[in-house]
């Protein structure tokens, strides 16, 4: 007996369906667990832990924050990076944060939970912080003493062209003093939460300030990496952390140097990345050969 077409062609789209059901949902994913479990393979597939006395204390390839409770940096460690994988470092939420070089106008909103920082905001206060815990200087053009971006807005009498009428420091706001008194013989103003200045016709114009070229705080301690989930620091970034961390621990500062480069990787086939310092092995064997006072 011949079946109806309709009913031979749901029957086959049915087999279909099972054939790559069995392929694709269950072979395919059994077969690359096979593969993970080959020797050499199997720690890279669990995350490539590490241990220390039987216990897991992280990963080689995934970072980790080394910070107190209160998500302030504890002293006696190497810092990572930042990250913007979820609340930091989560493998479950790696990403960028999708912010640009454009992006210079925090988000002021009369309630809290409406804010936002720029992305230059938040490498500068970055930046700010680095440099106020290693004690290096923490300055960076484009942005203010107080650590947001040094951005005006600034309004002309016949819209872009004309006399400057007002101007506006569009990432600070009171009790904050303005990073410039005066723009072109205006007095600057503080920003109001709820205005949006260039929706108000405001040209936005960065001022780069005197700060240095070439900052002392490198660009990965102020900028989160791709994946978020970077487990390396750049040894410029290393190095400015060690007088903090061999005062932390009483150690020589020459001695936490060198534990600096042996924990140095550099560049992979020879040619492709940059070097990098893997930040917790370093912190471990900081923790094995200077024991935290």
Same mark, same amino acid.
């Given at each position: 007996?011949?079946?109806?077409?309709?009913?031979?062609?749901?029957?086959?789209?049915?087999?279909?369906?099972?054939?790559?059901?069995?392929?694709?949902?269950?072979?395919?994913?059994?077969?690359?667990?096979? @593969?993970?479990?080959? #020797? /050499?393979?199997?720690? &890279?597939?669990?995350?490539?832990? %590490?241990?220390?006395?039987? +216990? $897991? =204390? *992280?990963?080689?390839?995934?970072?980790?924050?080394?910070?107190?409770?209160?998500?302030?940096?504890?002293?006696?460690?190497?810092?990572?990076?930042?990250?913007?994988?979820?609340?930091?470092?989560?493998?479950?939420?790696?990403?960028?944060?999708?912010?640009?070089?454009?992006?210079?106008?925090?988000? @002021?909103?009369?309630? #809290? /939970?409406?804010?936002? &920082?720029?992305?230059?905001?938040? %490498?500068?206060?970055?930046? +700010? $912080? =680095? *440099?106020?815990?290693?004690?290096?200087?923490?300055?960076?053009?484009?942005?203010?003493?107080?650590?947001?971006?040094?951005?005006?807005?600034?309004?002309?009498?016949?819209?872009?062209?004309?006399?400057?009428?007002?101007?506006?420091?569009?990432?600070?706001?009171?009790?904050?003093?303005?990073?410039?008194?005066?723009?072109?013989?205006?007095?600057?103003?503080?920003?109001?939460?709820?205005?949006?200045?260039?929706?108000?016709? $405001?040209?936005?114009?960065?001022?780069?300030?005197?700060?240095?070229?070439?900052?002392?705080?490198?660009?990965?301690?102020?900028?989160?990496?791709?994946?978020?989930?970077?487990?390396?620091?750049?040894?410029?970034?290393?190095?400015?952390?060690?007088?903090?961390?061999?005062?932390?621990?009483?150690?020589?500062?020459?001695?936490?140097?060198?534990?600096?480069?042996?924990?140095?990787?550099?560049?992979?086939?020879?040619?492709?990345?940059?070097?990098?310092?893997?930040?917790?092995?370093?912190?471990?064997?900081?923790?094995?050969?200077?024991?935290?006072?």
């Amino acid at each position: 007996m011949r079946l109806p077409g309709w009913l031979a062609q749901h029957l086959a789209a049915l087999r279909a369906l099972l054939v790559f059901t069995v392929l694709l949902g269950l072979a395919y994913p059994l077969a690359l667990v096979a @593969v993970g479990r080959v #020797p /050499g393979l199997a720690g &890279r597939a669990d995350g490539s832990p %590490v241990t220390v006395g039987g +216990r $897991a =204390v *992280g990963s080689a390839l995934i970072g980790q924050s080394f910070t107190d409770a209160d998500g302030n940096p504890v002293p006696r460690y190497f810092q990572s990076r930042p990250s913007a994988a979820g609340g930091g470092y989560d493998p479950t939420a790696t990403a960028a944060s999708n912010l640009g070089p454009e992006d210079i106008v925090d988000t @002021v909103a009369a309630s #809290p /939970g409406g804010s936002a &920082r720029s992305l230059l905001t938040q %490498v500068c206060a970055r930046s +700010r $912080a =680095v *440099g106020e815990l290693d004690g290096v200087d923490g300055s960076r053009p484009y942005c203010t003493p107080d650590g947001v971006g040094a951005v005006l807005a600034v309004f002309h009498r016949d819209g872009l062209t004309g006399p400057v009428t007002r101007v506006v420091s569009v990432n600070q706001t009171a009790p904050a003093t303005p990073f410039l008194a005066r723009y072109e013989g205006v007095p600057v103003e503080l920003a109001k939460p709820g205005e949006d200045y260039r929706a108000a016709g $405001a040209t936005i114009v960065p001022v780069r300030g005197d700060a240095p070229a070439e900052p002392a705080v490198p660009a990965d301690a102020v900028t989160a990496s791709g994946s978020g989930l970077d487990p390396h620091i750049s040894p410029a970034y290393a190095q400015i952390q060690v007088a903090r961390v061999a005062r932390e621990r009483g150690a020589d500062p020459a001695a936490v140097r060198r534990l600096v480069q042996e924990h140095t990787t550099g560049r992979s086939l020879g040619f492709m990345g940059e070097p990098g310092v893997n930040v917790l092995e370093l912190n471990l064997a900081l923790d094995e050969k200077f024991p935290a006072r």
